[in-house]
């Protein structure tokens, strides 16, 4: 069955740097947009990033524009956020998720059209 793990959480220091890894089994991984959502305690779920199935079109939120990078490797059957410039705030659970045929277009930050999740993984940004 469809399967995605997240991995590459952990604590870092403000102005620091993380990569995270999405990785996806059990289904025909070129052919799904990849969205990475996070949800801090007491807040509700924020899409942070999205890239659609080739990755001819990404999407950011504006809260991470300019620091936060997703990518893909359809050979590796992997997504990836990397992360830098970390802020306090940034800290949260964060979750991949996966959409047969969709091009990250204006509705993809609620998470709605994404069917399947991963478990998350836990990036905390403290001193």
């Known amino acids: 069955q469809l399967q995605l793990v997240e991995s590459g959480g952990g604590l870092v220091q403000p102005g620091g740097s993380l990569r995270l890894s999405c990785a996806a089994s059990?289904?025909?991984?070129?052919?799904?947009?990849i969205g990475w959502f996070r949800q801090a305690p007491g807040k509700e779920r924020e899409g942070v990033s999205c890239?659609?199935?080739?990755?001819?079109?990404?999407n950011y939120a504006d809260s991470v524009k300019g620091r936060f990078t997703i990518s893909r490797d359809n050979a590796k059957n992997t997504a990836y956020l990397q992360m830098n410039s970390l802020k306090p705030e940034d800290t949260a659970v964060y979750y991949c998720?996966?959409?047969?045929?969709?091009?990250?277009?204006?509705?993809?930050?609620?998470?709605?059209?994404?069917?399947?999740w991963g478990q998350g993984t836990q990036v905390t940004v403290s001193s």
């Open positions: 998720a996966a959409v047969r045929y969709f091009a990250c277009v204006s509705s993809w930050p609620r998470g709605l059209v994404f069917g399947s």
């Open positions: 059990g289904f025909t991984f070129d052919e799904y947009a």
């Open positions: 890239i659609s199935s080739r990755a001819s079109s990404t």
